[in-house]
């Protein structure tokens, strides 16, 4: 019986209607079975610089059949990754946070890994229902966490601030946890852009009705009519029984956007509002 697990990918980025320049990056690489989004921040072209920079180190990492070798690659190139953003703050004149967020989702087979840093988010949509298995790190959750009711929590001045993000913190701060993937599960990475103009219950209704070589489009068409005040990236990546002939991890849509123009004026940073 054949037990294995194909993927297939489908992404894409927006620079969205205000920004004009794109500080979203993401990879989708189905046949090292990894994918990630990040959405920069920082004045002028440093948000840029910060999400290509995690990106190209996320592109470079040597795979291999350990899910566990895997994230302790993926966070020792983060690490260097945000020194590098820190060093490059410190070296310019604004006296600004050269940050980014990130989210890493890691296939091997039957079991899963993600990783994250900032708000960008990862859902899992499983049996027609959508869950978001990240949680936004910001003030405003932090709050929640610690009992504050969701009234005062919005009152807070700084409720949309982030509490983390790479270049944001000396050390480094990831999430990281593990899961069990089945059959025709769907998991979706996406920039805040995406969630501030589409609901999670919208996200779900697509999902259960849109085929999904459509959904990124669509995703991103949606947004882009309600306004797109961010830019906007969406991952997807779905977990499909292998054919027993396949000798590779079928890949639909596009390659790693590395090299796409970025954008995004994303003002904040840990701290200060988004």
Same mark, same amino acid.
């Given at each position: ?17 205000? &920004? ?8 989708s690489i189905p046949d090292k079975q990894i994918w990630a989004v990040a959405d920069g921040m920082g004045g002028h072209k440093s948000g840029e610089l910060a999400s290509k920079a995690i990106i190209n180190a996320l592109n470079s990492i #040597? ?14 190139? @983060? ?28 296939? &091997?087979? &039957?079991?899963?890994?993600? !990783? ?9 949509? $499983? ?23 969701? #009234? ?19 050390? @480094? ?15 979706? !990475? ?30 991103? %068409? !949606? ?5 797109? &005040? ?10 499909? $029984? ?22 995004? %004026? ?9």
């Open positions: 019986m054949n037990n294995q697990i194909q993927w297939l990918s489908y992404a894409d980025t927006n620079t969205g209607k205000v &920004r004009k320049i794109n500080q979203d990056a993401y990879s #040597e795979t291999s059949k350990d899910i566990g070798v895997i994230v302790k690659r993926v966070h020792h190139e @983060l690490n260097k990754v945000n020194q590098l953003l820190i060093e490059m703050a410190y070296d310019s004149s604004n006296d600004e946070i050269i940050g980014s967020t990130a989210v890493i989702f890691i296939a &091997r087979n &039957r079991h899963c890994a993600y !990783l994250w840093s900032g708000d960008s988010r990862l859902y899992l949509f $499983r049996n027609g229902h959508l869950e978001q298995i990240s949680h936004d790190h910001t003030n405003i959750n932090m709050l929640l966490e610690n009992g504050t009711s969701l #009234e005062e929590a919005m009152s807070y001045p700084y409720a949309q601030s982030l509490t983390h993000a790479v270049g944001a913190e000396a050390k @480094l701060y990831l999430d990281v946890q593990m899961q069990e993937v089945k059959y025709n599960d769907i998991f979706l !990475l996406c920039s805040d852009g995406l969630n501030k103009e589409v609901s999670d219950t919208e996200i779900e209704n697509m999902i259960n009705t849109i085929a999904i070589e459509q959904l990124v489009p669509k995703l991103i %068409e !949606l947004t882009l009519q309600r306004g797109a &005040r961010d830019n906007v990236t969406v991952v997807l990546a779905k977990a499909i $029984r292998a054919e027993p002939s396949a000798g590779k991890e079928p890949s639909a849509g596009k390659e790693p956007s590395v090299d796409k123009e970025p954008s995004v %004026e994303k003002k904040p940073s840990a701290g200060k509002n988004n």
